[in-house]
C-alpha cells in the first residue's frame, strides 16, 4: 500500500500548501461519522490528491480526499498508532467527549471561559502534543462531534508549553464558537 501511495504521489504531485478547508465534502461527512458515533478513538492519515485547478504559478490544486488508517490499538482515552504515510498532510484523530470532560474534570483543569459545551474537548492533550511532534504531517486535527473540530500546525505545536492541555485560542473565533 505504501508503494503505491509513493507512485501516486511521485505521478501526481499536488501542492504542498493543502488546508483544513481543502476537505473534500465526502471526507468531511466521513470523519464527522466516525466523531459522531466511536466508542474509542480513532486515528486517520489524510492525503492530498489532484482535483483538476491549476493555481497562477502552475502549481496543481489539490483536495484532501484520500484516508488511511494506520496499525493502531485504542480505547476511549488514547490511541497508541503507526506513523503515517510520507504525503500525509493532516493526521486526524477523535476525542470521545465524555471520555475527555471526566480526564479534565480529575486533573482539576478547568477551560477557559470561553470554551463550552463539546468544544472543552477539543484540546491538545499532552499525548497529542507528544505524537504532533513525532508526526511528519503538517497539521494535527482532533474532532469532537461533527460539527466541532480543532487543528494545529507543526509551528503552532513547537510554540505551545507542553502542558497537559492546550485549546487552541487562536481559532475559537474562526470556528464560529458560541
Not at 493543502?18 to 466521513?30: H, L, M, N
Not at 486533573?107 to 463539546?118: D, F, H, M, R
Not at 497529542?128 to 500546525?153: G, H, K, N
Amino acid at each position: 500500500m505504501r508503494k503505491l501511495l509513493a507512485l501516486l504521489l511521485f505521478l501526481f504531485p499536488v501542492a504542498g500548501n493543502a488546508q483544513v478547508q481543502d476537505i473534500s465534502p465526502g471526507t468531511k461527512q466521513y470523519l464527522g461519522a466516525i466523531a459522531d458515533t466511536a466508542t474509542i478513538e480513532h486515528v486517520l492519515c489524510l492525503l492530498a490528491v489532484p482535483d483538476g485547478s491549476v493555481d497562477s504559478l502552475g502549481h496543481i490544486g489539490s483536495t484532501i480526499d484520500l484516508t488511511i488508517e494506520p496499525p493502531q490499538e485504542a480505547d476511549a482515552e488514547k490511541a497508541i498508532f503507526a506513523p503515517c504515510p510520507i504525503g500525509t498532510v493532516i493526521q486526524w484523530h477523535n476525542h470521545i467527549l465524555a471520555s475527555t470532560l471526566k480526564a479534565l474534570k480529575e486533573l482539576s483543569i478547568v477551560p477557559p471561559p470561553e470554551v463550552k459545551g463539546a468544544w472543552q474537548a477539543c484540546v491538545l492533550s499532552l499525548n497529542d502534543y507528544d505524537e504532533t511532534l513525532r508526526m511528519a504531517a503538517p497539521i494535527t486535527m482532533i474532532q469532537v462531534t461533527s460539527d466541532v473540530f480543532c487543528w494545529w500546525t507543526q509551528d503552532e505545536v513547537r510554540k505551545l508549553p507542553r502542558a497537559f492541555v492546550n485549546w487552541p485560542q487562536h481559532k475559537i473565533a474562526a470556528m464560529g464558537m458560541p
